[in-house]
Nanobody
């Protein structure tokens, strides 16, 4: 059974940085696509970033380009989201997700983590 476990959220001041981790287990992920999404209170869940596990394809939402970086570590089956220059509008619950093909649509992702809270104070 596929499991995704996020960690690394917390409270940070505007301009600061956080690194989120997503530990994946229960499957061989070599051909999968891993994504990060976020959901702020009262808002729809939105795409943040994604990458293909075995290739170098990465995708980012326009709102985070140049500030966030998604990466993976094969030996640990872990995907990271490095978030720099954080803004109050980045405050949300961040979710890790997995699917079989390249997409930014949340409805196309089959497996989800429980989420981790990121709060950016002004």
């Amino acid at each position: 059974q596929v499991q995704l476990v996020e960690s690394g959220g917390g409270l940070v001041q505007a301009g600061g940085s956080l690194r989120l981790s997503c530990a994946a287990s229960g499957h061989t992920f070599s051909n999968w696509y891993m994504g990060w999404f976020r959901q702020a209170p009262g808002k729809e869940r939105e795409f943040v970033a994604a990458l293909s596990w075995s290739a170098d394809n990465t995708d980012y939402a326009d709102s985070v380009k140049g500030r966030f970086t998604i990466s993976r570590e094969y030996t640990k089956n872990t995907v990271y989201l490095q978030m720099n220059s954080l803004k109050p509008e980045d405050t949300a619950v961040y979710y890790c997700a997995a699917t079989y093909s390249r997409t930014y649509r949340s409805e196309d992702y089959h497996y989800w983590g429980q989420g981790t809270q990121v709060t950016v104070s002004s």
